[in-house]
């Protein structure tokens, strides 16, 4: 059995357990939760989304199997071991090309969904929710089923072909956080019905069954909702347990159903705990892990400052606020208001657009001079008690080094650990 197989089957006999899912490409995140669940002794579950990872590349230039031997890479050098490693694939389906006619658009999906699998992918998210050109708006679930059924039979037969039966399991739902993050405030959000959930659940399993393919349900884990969490570029929406407990109890009538939460970044440790209780087992998280990446950074950023002649220092947040204004495309319709504002946002919003940014060469340069200029030195505890002061006291208990890697990537683990206290830990 799966790992995956086997939490689920575990949540589903009464433990409270889950797993978190980490939803980014950059390698120091990477690295930082590679370190945490080896530390934890847990799996982990990284996952890569239709517009990073795709067979032409997607935003990060990586296919699937080129994202696979990156992250294998990175296990092998911090020595987690690859057999308590999986990977997903998040929003797979037509999303990528919404511009083309449908029938193109998920001809490509479906060369998506079988470089996925082949590369060993062994979670796969079915989200073919979003309309096509000349697609109605929106799609009702009858086609969304039919086109998500239509990219599970492209997944079985890939799954067939490579050895690889019966280990893939799935994710349905058409209650999905647009890809990318919120390009809005939000105010309120309003839970997913009981009705809509079943509606979802039955209409998928139906449009499986008319495929032939009924005997793979079982490996159907996981539906996506909306628990009532998001995030905007300053707000959070925090998990209320008692506006989704008539929602929480649907699974219970189903054997082998959690739910999976999309957007968990930055709520708070009891509702991360919270959510698995109620049976959002699987949680996704993404942006919260490059914003504490970037807090990191600009941290030392502010301390080299202190440390460093003018000439030698990295101007790191400068050449990303430069490369940011030249390529506007990946924040422009996200971000808002006066320039002051926009300018804020740029660097400080929760939807951390600034993520899309850190393979920009100027930007990539900044970081390495950034490191460099700190490679030989420890850094002195008063600025760390300024500028990264949980860090600061990690170094003076001894569990961590005053150095900038050690320290932005205990920045990044310390939002895993919360995700993993809630999925393997929570007592």
């Avoid at 009702?140 to 799954?159: M, Y």
């Avoid at 050895?163 to 309003?190: F, S």
């Avoid at 740029?346 to 060469?361: C, E, G």
Wanted: proline share 5%.
């Amino acid at each position: 059995m799966s790992i995956l197989l086997n939490l689920i089957k575990r949540h589903k006999a009464g433990e409270v357990v889950g797993i978190y899912s980490v939803c980014s490409a950059h390698p120091l995140v990477l690295e930082a939760a590679l370190l945490q669940a080896k530390e934890d002794n847990t799996p982990l579950l990284i996952e890569a989304t239709s517009n990073q990872v795709d067979q032409f590349g997607g935003y990060t230039g990586m296919t699937p199997a080129d994202f696979r031997h990156f992250v294998e890479q990175l296990a092998d050098q911090v020595g987690f071991p690859r057999v308590q490693l999986i990977l997903g694939g998040d929003h797979l389906g037509p999303n990528r090309w919404q511009g083309l006619p449908a029938e193109e658009a998920m001809a490509n999906a479906e060369k998506l969904i079988e470089a996925y699998v082949a590369a060993g992918f062994e979670k796969i998210h079915l989200d073919c929710s979003m309309s096509c050109q000349g697609d109605p708006i929106p799609l009702s679930d009858d086609i969304v089923a039919e086109r998500a059924a239509r990219l599970a039979v492209i997944a079985e037969q890939t799954a067939e072909k490579q050895g690889l039966a019966n280990r893939i399991v799935y994710i349905v739902g058409t209650e999905v956080p647009v890809p990318g993050g919120e390009a809005e405030e939000i105010a309120e959000l309003e839970v997913t019905s009981p009705q809509a959930a079943k509606a979802t659940i039955n209409t998928h399993q139906e449009a499986f069954s008319r495929v032939g393919l009924d005997h793979i349900w079982p490996r159907v884990v996981g539906l996506v909702v909306q628990p009532g969490v998001e995030f905007d570029h300053t707000k959070v929406i925090d998990f209320v347990p008692e506006k989704a407990q008539a929602l929480s109890q649907v699974v219970n009538d189903y054997e082998n159903l959690v739910f999976e939460a999309h957007s968990t970044d930055y709520q708070t440790e009891e509702a991360y705990k919270a959510l698995v209780k109620n049976h959002f087992a699987i949680l996704k998280v993404g942006p919260a892990l490059t914003f504490a990446l970037r807090e990191g950074l600009y941290a030392l950023c502010a301390m080299e400052e202190y440390l460093f002649p003018a000439a030698q220092c990295s101007n790191l947040r400068t050449v990303l606020e430069a490369q940011m204004l030249a390529h506007p495309e990946n924040w422009k319709k996200y971000y808002h208001g006066s320039e002051l504002e926009q300018c804020f946002a740029r660097s400080f919003s929760f939807s951390d657009r600034i993520r899309y940014y850190w393979t920009n060469p100027d930007i990539a340069k900044a970081v390495d001079k950034l490191f460099t200029n700190f490679a030989q030195m420890d850094i002195p505890l008063p600025l760390l008690s300024q500028y990264l002061p949980e860090q600061y006291l990690a170094v003076r208990e001894g569990k961590i080094l005053p150095k900038a890697k050690d320290l932005v990537l205990d920045k990044v683990r310390a939002v895993v650990r919360q995700y993993a206290k809630a999925s393997f830990f929570n007592h």
